[in-house]
Structure formats: C-alpha cells, structure tokens
C-alpha cells in the first residue's frame, strides 16, 4: 500500500518559482524511485523530472531542465519539486508517482495538484 499527496501548486506569475511537495506514506520511502509528471488541458500526460532510490541519481526532460529539481528528503518521506523561472506552458496538473525500480513503470500515483503560470 502506498499513498501519495501532492501540494503546493497554485497560481503564479511567470518568472516565480514554486515548490510542489509528495508526502509518501504505506511503505518504506527509500524503497521507491519517484517521478513527476504533468498533464496540461488537452494533452498528454507527460514526463518532468525523476530521482532513484538512492536520490543520488536525477533526470530531467528538455523543457525544465535547468529551471527545475528534485530532490527527496533524507529523514522525510516526502520528495520536492522545485520550479523555478516558470512559464506560462508549464500550466498543468503535476502528479507524483512512484516505483519499485529505478527504471520501469511507475505503479502508484497521486491525485495531482494544479500550477498556473499567468503571463
């Protein structure tokens, strides 16, 4: 069992930065790789940025790389999403989701929290 709850999205001007939070709970945090993906209105779901096990490894697709990281906590089960220089096609609905590997698909998933970037 694992339950995953995303927070901290909200509405932003473009340029700001904002912080999104995945508290983990049901099982060992460290036991899972996490992901964060997102879905804007009328599109795919799609990829944004990953860590391991281990939080020694991360990745990153093209359009955040260099605007975003991630990070997880060490003594918390929680793992961060920090935006920083948003624009407005960052709009979407970001998900937290979590796997046993470090590679595969992701099995569990959050509900979503919502980030708009006004221009």
């Known amino acids: 069992q694992v339950q995953l709850v995303e927070s901290g999205g909200g509405l932003v001007q473009a340029g700001d930065s904002l912080r999104l939070s995945c508290e983990v709970s049901g099982r060992t945090f460290s036991s899972y790789a996490m992901g964060w993906f997102r879905q804007a209105p009328g599109k795919e779901r799609e990829f944004v940025a990953a860590i391991n096990r281990s939080g020694g490894s991360t990745s990153f697709s093209d359009a955040v790389k260099g605007r975003f990281t991630i990070s997880r906590g060490v003594a918390k089960n929680a793992v961060y999403l920090q935006m920083n220089s948003l624009k407005p096609e960052d709009t979407a609905v970001y998900y937290c989701?979590?796997?046993?590997?470090?590679?595969?698909?992701?099995?569990?998933w959050g509900q979503g929290t919502r980030v708009t970037v006004s221009s």
């Open positions: 989701a979590a796997r046993s590997r470090d590679f595969g698909e992701y099995n569990y």
